[in-house]
C-alpha cells in the first residue's frame, strides 16, 4: 500500500499565489518604467526614442530597479490589519525601535540614488547633467553643482516617501471586511468586485493628481531647503567621491557664491520627481490592488488543488495568532503569520458563502487526526471570535490576565553572586576571628547591624517636627500668602493640567498624542499589535453560512450539536462588545470626544455581523432549538439582541 503524501501547508500554497501577483503587479510598474524611459530619454531620434528594444527598453529595464526594491519591501513587510495601538505617538514609539524603518528608509534612498543615476545617464548632453564642467585648457576641472541638487532632491523625496509610507501603512491589505463587507456604500462594493485592472483605472487619477501636488510643492521649496541646509553638506560629499575616483579636481574646490538655479533645472526637477513619485506610488497601488485579491484560483479556493485540501485550510486556520513578546510588541515574525491565518479566513468565508461541494467535503470529512475537520473548523473560529471577550475582560480585570499568564515553574531565580549562607546555628556565640579578614568582616559586621538597629526618623521624632517648623517660618517671612498659593503642589498641578489641555486643542500638532475612542477600542477589542478584526468577522460569517447550509448538506448530524456554542458565542461577544462601546470611559487626553463618536466603525460591523448570525440561526434551528439541545433563556437573550434583524431575514 502506497505511502500517505504529506499534506501541504498553508504557506506552500499561499507563496506560489502572492509570486503570481507579484508578477502581475511587476508588470504594471514596468509599464510606467517604460513610459518614465521615453520620458526623460533623448528626442533626437523619433524612433530610437520609443522603440523597446533599443535605448529604451535599456532604460526600461534599469529604471526597474527602483520599484523592484519598493517590491521586496512590501513583500517583506506584508501584513493584514490596520496597526491597532491607543494613540499615533505609541504607534511611533512601538514601530520605531523595529527594523522595518530602517529597511523602508534604506530601500527608498537606495531606488531614488539608482534613479538618478540611470536619469542623468539617459538625459541628453545639452542638460548639462554631467558630473565634471569642462573647462578651457588652462583651468582645471570643477564639480557641476546642478546634478549634486538634483541627487538632493530626490534623497529628500524619498525621505518623504519613507514617512508617507509608514504613516499610511501601505504595507496593510485590505481584507474582505474592509473591502465592502457589510453594509458598505454601492460604490465600494463596485470597487471591490471589480478586476484589478479595473480598480487600479479608477484609483489612477487620484493618485496622479497627488503626485502632481507633490512634485510641484518639492519643485518650488526644493531649492530654498537645499540653500539652507545641505548645500554644503551634499558639495562637500560628492568632492570626497570625485577624490576617491581619482578625478582631476582640486580637493580645495569651494561652492559659487550663487546656486546653480535656472528655469530649465527647475523644470527638470518638476519632471524628474513626478516620475520617480509614479514609479513609487504607482507600484505601491498596483502591489496593493493585485496581492488583497480574494484567495481564489480559476474560479476556485486556492486550497483545492491541494492533496488534501481540508488539511491545507486547517494548517493555515491553526498559525500562531500570538507570537514570541518583548514587553508588549511582537518580535519579527508576526507578519506572516497574521498574512496566513487572514488569508485562511477569507478563504473559509468564501467556501462557505460560494463553494456547496467544498462545504460538503468539509462535513463528510469525519477520520482526520484531531477530530472531524468541521470540529476543528468550528473550534477555530469561535476561539478567534472568542478573543474579542478574552480581551475585554483582560482590560478591566488585567491582574487576573497576568496572573493567568504566570504558570508553575515557569520563574527562574537569578544567579547567586555572593557568598550563601552560614547554616550553622545564629544563635551560638560566633568564635573568634582567627585572621585578620575575619576579624575586619566581624567589625563590619557589627557597625552594620548597630546602624540598622536605630529607626529612621518619623513624623513624630523632635528632629523633624523642628525642621518643619524652620521651614514654615522661612516661607511664611520670605513669601506672600499669594506666592505660597502660587507654589503649593494643587496649584501647580492644576495649572499644568491647563496647558496640557489647551496644548491638545491644538490642531494638528496635539493629534499624535490623543488617545481617541476609537483607537483605544480598536485595541481592546481586536488585539495589538495588528487588528484582528478582517479574521473575526470572517469567522463569524464562516460559522453563520456553514451551520444554515448543513440543515441540507450535513448528512451525519456533527454541526447541530455545535449550534448552541455558536450561539451563545455570538450571544456573550456581542453583549461584551456592545457594553464596552456603551461604558468605556474616554481618556483624558480625548479633549474633543463626544457621544457620537462611541458608533466605532469596525465594532458596529463587527456588532452587525453578529447580529446577522444570531438571525440566520434563530430562522434555520429555532423550529427545533430543544432537540439540538438550545434552552429558552438562550433563544429569548438572542432574539433580543438580533431584533430587527429577525425582520429583515424573514423578508
Same mark, same amino acid.
Given at each position: 500500500?502506497?505511502? @500517505?503524501?504529506?499534506?501541504?501547508?498553508?504557506?506552500?500554497?499561499?507563496?506560489?499565489?502572492?509570486?503570481?501577483?507579484?508578477?502581475?503587479?511587476?508588470?504594471?510598474?514596468?509599464?510606467?518604467?517604460?513610459?518614465?524611459?521615453?520620458?526623460?530619454?533623448?528626442?533626437?531620434?523619433?524612433?530610437?526614442?520609443?522603440?523597446?528594444?533599443?535605448?529604451?527598453?535599456?532604460?526600461?529595464?534599469?529604471?526597474?530597479?527602483?520599484?523592484?526594491?519598493?517590491?521586496?519591501?512590501?513583500?517583506?513587510?506584508?501584513?493584514?490589519?490596520?496597526?491597532?495601538?491607543?494613540?499615533?505617538?505609541?504607534?511611533?514609539?512601538?514601530?520605531?525601535?523595529?527594523?522595518?524603518?530602517?529597511?523602508?528608509?534604506?530601500?527608498?534612498?537606495?531606488?531614488?540614488?539608482?534613479?538618478?543615476?540611470?536619469?542623468?545617464?539617459?538625459?541628453?548632453?545639452?542638460?548639462?547633467?554631467?558630473?565634471?564642467? @569642462?573647462?578651457?585648457?588652462?583651468?582645471?576641472?570643477?564639480?557641476?553643482?546642478?546634478?549634486?541638487?538634483? #541627487?538632493?532632491?530626490?534623497?529628500?523625496? =524619498?525621505?518623504?516617501?519613507?514617512?508617507?509610507?509608514?504613516?499610511?501603512?501601505?504595507?496593510?491589505?485590505?481584507?474582505?471586511?474592509?473591502?465592502?463587507?457589510?453594509?458598505?456604500?454601492?460604490?465600494?462594493?463596485?470597487?471591490?468586485?471589480?478586476?484589478?485592472?479595473?480598480?487600479?483605472?479608477?484609483?489612477?487619477?487620484?493618485?496622479?493628481?497627488?503626485?502632481?501636488?507633490?512634485?510641484?510643492?518639492?519643485? $518650488?521649496?526644493?531649492?530654498?531647503?537645499?540653500?539652507?541646509?545641505?548645500?554644503?553638506?551634499?558639495?562637500?560629499?560628492?568632492?570626497?567621491?570625485? #577624490?576617491?575616483?581619482?578625478?582631476?579636481?582640486?580637493?580645495?574646490?569651494?561652492?559659487?557664491?550663487?546656486?546653480?538655479?535656472?528655469?530649465?533645472?527647475?523644470?527638470?526637477?518638476?519632471?524628474?520627481?513626478?516620475?520617480?513619485?509614479?514609479?513609487?506610488?504607482?507600484?505601491?497601488?498596483?502591489?496593493?490592488?493585485?496581492?488583497? @485579491?480574494?484567495?481564489?484560483?480559476?474560479?476556485?479556493?486556492?486550497?483545492?488543488?491541494?492533496?488534501?485540501?481540508?488539511?491545507?485550510?486547517?494548517?493555515?486556520?491553526?498559525?500562531?495568532?500570538?507570537?514570541?513578546?518583548?514587553?508588549?510588541?511582537?518580535?519579527?515574525?508576526?507578519?506572516?503569520?497574521?498574512?496566513?491565518?487572514?488569508?485562511?479566513?477569507?478563504?473559509?468565508?468564501?467556501?462557505?458563502?460560494?463553494?456547496?461541494?467544498?462545504?460538503?467535503? $468539509?462535513?463528510?470529512?469525519?477520520?482526520?487526526?484531531?477530530?472531524? =475537520?468541521?470540529?476543528?473548523?468550528?473550534?477555530?473560529?469561535?476561539?478567534?471570535?472568542?478573543?474579542?471577550?478574552?480581551?475585554?475582560?483582560?482590560?478591566?480585570?488585567?491582574?487576573?490576565?497576568?496572573?493567568?499568564?504566570?504558570?508553575?515553574?515557569?520563574?527562574?531565580?537569578?544567579?547567586?553572586?555572593?557568598?550563601?549562607?552560614?547554616?550553622?546555628?545564629?544563635?551560638?556565640?560566633?568564635?573568634?576571628?582567627?585572621?585578620?579578614?575575619?576579624?575586619?568582616?566581624?567589625?563590619?559586621?557589627?557597625?552594620?547591624?548597630?546602624?540598622?538597629?536605630?529607626?529612621?526618623?518619623?513624623?513624630?521624632?523632635?528632629?523633624?517636627?523642628?525642621?518643619?517648623?524652620?521651614?514654615?517660618? =522661612?516661607?511664611?517671612?520670605?513669601?506672600?500668602?499669594?506666592?505660597?498659593? =502660587?507654589?503649593?503642589?494643587?496649584?501647580?498641578?492644576?495649572?499644568?493640567?491647563?496647558?496640557? $489641555?489647551?496644548?491638545?486643542?491644538?490642531?494638528?500638532?496635539?493629534?499624535?498624542?490623543?488617545?481617541?475612542?476609537?483607537?483605544?477600542?480598536?485595541?481592546?477589542?481586536?488585539?495589538?499589535?495588528?487588528? @484582528?478584526?478582517?479574521? $473575526?468577522?470572517?469567522?463569524?460569517?464562516?460559522?453563520?453560512?456553514?451551520?444554515?447550509?448543513?440543515?441540507?448538506?450535513?448528512?451525519?448530524?456533527?454541526?447541530?450539536?455545535?449550534?448552541?456554542?455558536?450561539?451563545?458565542?455570538?450571544?456573550?461577544?456581542?453583549?461584551?462588545?456592545?457594553?464596552?462601546?456603551?461604558?468605556?470611559?474616554?481618556?483624558?487626553?480625548?479633549?474633543?470626544?463626544?457621544?457620537?463618536?462611541?458608533?466605532?466603525?469596525?465594532?458596529?460591523?463587527?456588532?452587525?455581523?453578529?447580529?446577522?448570525?444570531?438571525?440566520?440561526?434563530?430562522?434555520?434551528?429555532?423550529?427545533?432549538?430543544?432537540?439540538?439541545?438550545?434552552?429558552?433563556?438562550?433563544?429569548?437573550?438572542?432574539?433580543?439582541?438580533?431584533?430587527?434583524?429577525?425582520?429583515?431575514?424573514?423578508?
Amino acid at each position: 500500500m502506497p505511502a @500517505q503524501s504529506r499534506t501541504r501547508l498553508y504557506r506552500e500554497i499561499l507563496t506560489p499565489a502572492f509570486h503570481r501577483r507579484f508578477t502581475q503587479a511587476a508588470e504594471f510598474s514596468l509599464l510606467f518604467c517604460y513610459l518614465t524611459a521615453i520620458i526623460t530619454g533623448d528626442k533626437s531620434s523619433i524612433l530610437w526614442s520609443w522603440f523597446p528594444l533599443g535605448p529604451a527598453g535599456i532604460r526600461t529595464l534599469l529604471l526597474f530597479l527602483s520599484p523592484l526594491l519598493v517590491f521586496v519591501l512590501r513583500v517583506a513587510q506584508l501584513h493584514c490589519g490596520i496597526r491597532s495601538t491607543v494613540s499615533p505617538f505609541h504607534t511611533f514609539r512601538r514601530f520605531l525601535s523595529r527594523r522595518d524603518v530602517l529597511e523602508t528608509s534604506f530601500c527608498y534612498v537606495l531606488s531614488a540614488l539608482l534613479f538618478s543615476e540611470v536619469y542623468i545617464w539617459s538625459v541628453p548632453s545639452e542638460a548639462n547633467l554631467s558630473w565634471v564642467l @569642462q573647462a578651457r585648457s588652462w583651468e582645471r576641472q570643477r564639480l557641476n553643482e546642478r546634478p549634486i541638487y538634483l #541627487r538632493s532632491l530626490y534623497l529628500g523625496l =524619498a525621505l518623504f516617501q519613507t514617512a508617507d509610507h509608514l504613516w499610511f501603512d501601505y504595507d496593510k491589505i485590505k481584507g474582505s471586511a474592509d473591502k465592502a463587507h457589510h453594509g458598505s456604500s454601492a460604490e465600494e462594493q463596485a470597487q471591490s468586485a471589480a478586476s484589478p485592472a479595473n480598480e487600479l483605472k479608477s484609483k489612477f487619477p487620484k493618485l496622479l493628481q497627488r503626485i502632481g501636488i507633490i512634485s510641484l510643492v518639492a519643485a $518650488i521649496i526644493g531649492p530654498i531647503i537645499y540653500s539652507l541646509t545641505v548645500r554644503k553638506l551634499a558639495w562637500r560629499t560628492s568632492l570626497a567621491c570625485a #577624490r576617491f575616483l581619482r578625478w582631476d579636481i582640486p580637493a580645495t574646490a569651494e561652492l559659487s557664491i550663487i546656486p546653480p538655479y535656472h528655469i530649465t533645472l527647475v523644470a527638470r526637477s518638476l519632471l524628474s520627481g513626478f516620475c520617480l513619485l509614479l514609479l513609487w506610488q504607482g507600484s505601491n497601488l498596483a502591489f496593493g490592488v493585485y496581492v488583497a @485579491q480574494e484567495p481564489i484560483k480559476r474560479g476556485q479556493p486556492l486550497t483545492q488543488d491541494s492533496n488534501d485540501p481540508n488539511g491545507s485550510l486547517l494548517n493555515g486556520l491553526k498559525s500562531s495568532k500570538l507570537l514570541v513578546k518583548v514587553g508588549s510588541f511582537t518580535l519579527e515574525g508576526a507578519s506572516a503569520n497574521n498574512l496566513r491565518q487572514a488569508f485562511s479566513f477569507w478563504e473559509l468565508a468564501l467556501i462557505s458563502k460560494g463553494y456547496p461541494a467544498r462545504r460538503v467535503s $468539509i462535513f463528510k470529512d469525519i477520520d482526520r487526526s484531531g477530530g472531524p =475537520a468541521w470540529s476543528q473548523i468550528s473550534s477555530e473560529c469561535l476561539k478567534m471570535i472568542q478573543g474579542i471577550t478574552t480581551r475585554i475582560s483582560e482590560h478591566i480585570n488585567p491582574s487576573s490576565g497576568q496572573q493567568a499568564s504566570i504558570q508553575p515553574g515557569q520563574l527562574q531565580s537569578l544567579p547567586r553572586i555572593g557568598i550563601p549562607p552560614k547554616e550553622e546555628p545564629v544563635f551560638l556565640k560566633s568564635p573568634p576571628p582567627s585572621s585578620q579578614r575575619e576579624m575586619i568582616e566581624g567589625k563590619i559586621g557589627s557597625f552594620a547591624r548597630s546602624y540598622g538597629n536605630h529607626p529612621p526618623p518619623t513624623n513624630g521624632s523632635p528632629i523633624v517636627q523642628q525642621s518643619k517648623h524652620y521651614l514654615e517660618q =522661612a516661607r511664611t517671612k520670605l513669601l506672600t500668602p499669594e506666592q505660597q498659593e =502660587a507654589i503649593s503642589p494643587a496649584h501647580v498641578k492644576s495649572t499644568l493640567d491647563t496647558y496640557l $489641555i489647551r496644548f491638545l486643542r491644538i490642531p494638528y500638532i496635539s493629534h499624535p498624542f490623543r488617545q481617541t475612542f476609537a483607537r483605544r477600542i480598536r485595541s481592546i477589542a481586536f488585539g495589538q499589535p495588528f487588528s @484582528q478584526f478582517v479574521s $473575526i468577522v470572517d469567522a463569524i460569517d464562516a460559522l453563520t453560512n456553514m451551520a444554515t447550509a448543513s440543515i441540507k448538506e450535513d448528512d451525519y448530524g456533527k454541526v447541530a450539536k455545535d449550534v448552541p456554542a455558536i450561539l451563545k458565542t455570538f450571544t456573550m461577544t456581542h453583549q461584551s462588545l456592545e457594553r464596552l462601546a456603551n461604558t468605556l470611559q474616554p481618556h483624558w487626553t480625548d479633549v474633543e470626544f463626544a457621544e457620537s463618536q462611541r458608533q466605532v466603525e469596525d465594532v458596529q460591523v463587527t456588532l452587525a455581523a453578529l447580529r446577522h448570525g444570531l438571525a440566520e440561526l434563530l430562522k434555520a434551528f429555532g423550529g427545533f432549538a430543544r432537540e439540538i439541545g438550545l434552552e429558552d433563556k438562550d433563544m429569548r437573550t438572542a432574539r433580543a439582541i438580533a431584533g430587527n434583524q429577525m425582520q429583515v431575514v424573514k423578508n
